[in-house]
């Protein structure tokens, strides 16, 4: 079956950091991969996704590149702010409109 | 952008009880609905899909008779939890199907985190 793993948090850093949340995934045939973020007592988010390989998704600073080669979907930004501090979960799917989410990373930005 | 409330936000419970979460789209109409539950440290994992006026669809393991789903309007779905029990503390969130067709777009809820003593 589908699943995605992406790298255990908390991410602690301080603000104009790099950031990277790492994310790689397991399907069959040729799933759409997503972003979402959830701020605290808010839902989730979509940030960004991207549907096809080397299609660069990007939103707010942030931009993925789905890669086919390595089955991966990683999260960057070149500088955090401490208004980035949220819950960042990668998730795929290839069924529509029911994505396959991955357990979710905590990012905290320190002034 | 499209409000989705999810009510309660945390809710505590004895052994045995029986909780309802509802979950509103504010300012649309959601004629699918997803809900779906989160155990610490794991991923969201989707129980069921629920269309308004049909019955839910629930995924493999997921107890219909235990998490009753109704989605009796286009804007309202509640999920019950019946008898619960320690086992289902839980984070359950909704996620409401909203557009017109081509641009739908997954919505979803702020979550409720259900603790049963």
């Known amino acids: 079956g589908n699943s995605v793993t992406q790298m255990e948090g908390p991410v602690t850093l301080s603000e104009e950091a790099f950031l990277t949340i790492n994310c790689t995934y397991t399907?069959?045939?040729?799933?759409?991969l997503f972003w979402y973020v959830q701020y605290p007592g808010e839902g989730l988010q979509l940030l960004l996704k991207?549907?096809?390989?080397?299609d660069k998704g990007s939103n707010k600073g942030f931009e993925a590149t789905y890669r086919k080669e390595t089955t991966s979907f990683h999260l960057e930004k070149g500088s955090v702010q401490v208004s980035d501090s949220a819950v960042y979960f990668c998730?795929?799917?290839?069924?529509?409109?029911?994505?396959?989410f991955g357990r979710g990373t905590s990012l905290i930005v320190h002034p | 952008g499209a409000v989705v409330s999810q009510h309660p936000s945390r809710v505590i419970c004895k052994s045995g009880t029986s909780v309802k979460i509802e979950c509103r789209s504010l300012?649309?109409?959601?004629?699918?609905m997803f809900w779906y539950r989160q155990f610490p440290k794991q991923s969201l994992m989707l129980m069921a899909t629920?269309?308004?006026?049909?019955?839910?669809?629930?995924e493999q393991g997921v107890e219909k008779d235990k998490f009753l789903i109704n989605h009796a309007s286009l804007t309202l779905s509640t999920l019950t939890v019946t008898s619960a029990h320690p086992e289902d503390s839980s984070f359950y969130i909704c996620?409401?199907?909203?557009?017109?067709?081509?641009?739908?777009?997954?919505?979803f809820g702020a979550g409720t985190r259900l603790s049963v003593l």
């Open positions: 998730a795929l799917s290839d069924r529509g409109y029911i994505p396959t």
């Open positions: 399907a069959t045939g040729y799933p759409s």
């Open positions: 991207a549907t096809k390989a080397d």
């Open positions: 300012d649309f109409q959601a004629t699918t």
């Open positions: 629920s269309n308004e006026g049909s019955k839910a669809t629930y």
């Open positions: 996620s409401p199907l909203g557009g017109d067709g081509a641009k739908n777009i997954q919505y």
